[in-house]
């Protein structure tokens, strides 16, 4: 197991590199979620305006303001100064935890301050150079345009929905301590709260672009279930707890192929440091399979069906795929009284609403087509 990118490259490649010590191999994985997403969602959008569904239109140019940005290039020099240049001039002294100093107050005001003054000049410059606003000029604005801020928007919605998820499964101490979501920030993240958060978000953002709901639900089909598989990867190779339970039974001799450590796992070196007694299920293998199986059969048929359709059947292979692995997952006891967990409620609600969707935009298409 590889707890942070400085790891995996040094075991990997021999290369010791200091500063990948910051980077947290779950963390990096997630960031790499974060673009096959992207990359996914801006071709279909590009498709999908070729043929018609999705339009682009002419938006007018904004007058720059100039305060707001002098004010946001000296926030972010004065970050970049404060902890990175600090961090590299202290690497030493910090490396053993730099996580720890990057969530702590512990920085370099002086070198803030002069980054910040460096950033303001460097805008300063870049505006200079920028062709004279003038009031009434459009230009044409394509879908695909928006997915820079269309991905930030779906990571800072996702986030508060992961996080909010993983509390309501602990409800009682959320409600005895509101607070704690805001303590350790980082921890404690769910799938199906990311899923919910993050689609609240898109789907304001993009409506608000023009952009069919029904079409944007299809563009992210695809891409959220790719995510959902790179993502899963950094749980693997991070170690990062969400495995399976205990496995000592023997690898049957019909899957004398696979690999023992796809069988059963006890995640040496994993990112807590936790010894396991016993091997486990490593279940995030078994999902990132399963996720990207699910990707290439939507995108190989997601030219043949009516709008929100091809959500609809990622909706379905999403639950089956995750109350398929919670029999073998660890998971805590949710709700007292109740067999099932968060997440199997979820992936039958999930699998039910699929096959909803299905018979639901179908009728709606037929509808349209015969009007």
């Known amino acids: 197991m590889y707890p942070t990118l400085y790891d995996a490259v040094l075991d990997l490649f021999g290369l010791s590199i200091p500063p990948f010590k910051i980077v947290m191999m779950f963390g990096f994985f997630v960031a790499l979620a974060f673009l096959a997403a992207n990359w996914v969602m801006t071709l279909e959008f590009k498709r999908k305006e070729a043929l ?21 290039a000296a926030i972010i020099g004065f970050i970049f100064g404060f902890k990175i240049i600090y961090l590299a001039l202290n690497f030493s002294e910090l490396s053993a935890n730099p996580q720890a100093f990057i969530l702590s107050t512990e920085g370099s005001l002086l070198w803030g301050v002069l980054l910040a003054g460096v950033f303001i000049g460097m805008k300063y410059y870049q505006l200079s150079k920028e062709p004279e606003y003038v009031e009434g000029k459009t230009y044409t604005f394509h879908p695909y345009m928006m997915m820079g801020n269309l ?31 805001f303590i350790d920030p980082f921890s404690g993240l769910t799938f199906f709260g990311g899923l919910v958060g993050g689609a609240i978000g898109v789907l304001w953002y993009t409506g608000k672009n023009g952009v069919n709901w029904k079409h944007m639900l299809d563009i992210g089909a695809p891409a959220m279930i790719l995510g959902y598989g790179v993502g899963r990867m950094g749980c693997h190779f991070s170690g990062d707890g969400d495995w399976g ?25 994993n990112v807590h440091g936790w010894i396991l007694e016993n091997p486990v299920w490593p279940t995030p293998v078994y999902e990132i399979a399963m996720a990207l ?25 999403a639950g089956i795929e995750r109350f398929s692995i919670e029999s073998i997952r660890v998971n805590p006891d949710q709700f007292k009284g109740v067999s099932f967990t968060q997440a199997e409620i979820i992936s039958m609600a999930m699998m039910l609403f699929g096959v909803i969707g299905i018979f639901y935009f179908n009728r709606i298409a037929k509808k349209e087509t015969s009007a």
Request: aromatic residues 20%.
């Open 245 to 269: 339970i205990e496995n000592l039974a023997p690898k049957p001799d019909w899957l004398s192929w696979l690999p023992d450590w796809a069988w059963a796992y006890d995640y040496p070196n």
């Open 52 to 72: 018609g569904e999705v339009k682009a239109f002419q938006k007018p140019v904004e007058k720059p303001n100039a305060v707001w940005e002098y004010i946001s």
């Open 293 to 317: 199986t699910i990707f290439v059969i939507l995108w190989s048929v997601r030219k043949k069906f009516a709008p929100g359709v091809l959500f609809s059947i990622y909706f379905i292979f």
């Open 151 to 181: 991905t930030l928007i779906a990571a800072v919605t996702g986030f508060a929905g992961a996080k909010l998820f993983h509390h309501l499964e602990e409800y009682e101490k959320l409600f005895q301590n509101p607070m704690i979501l």
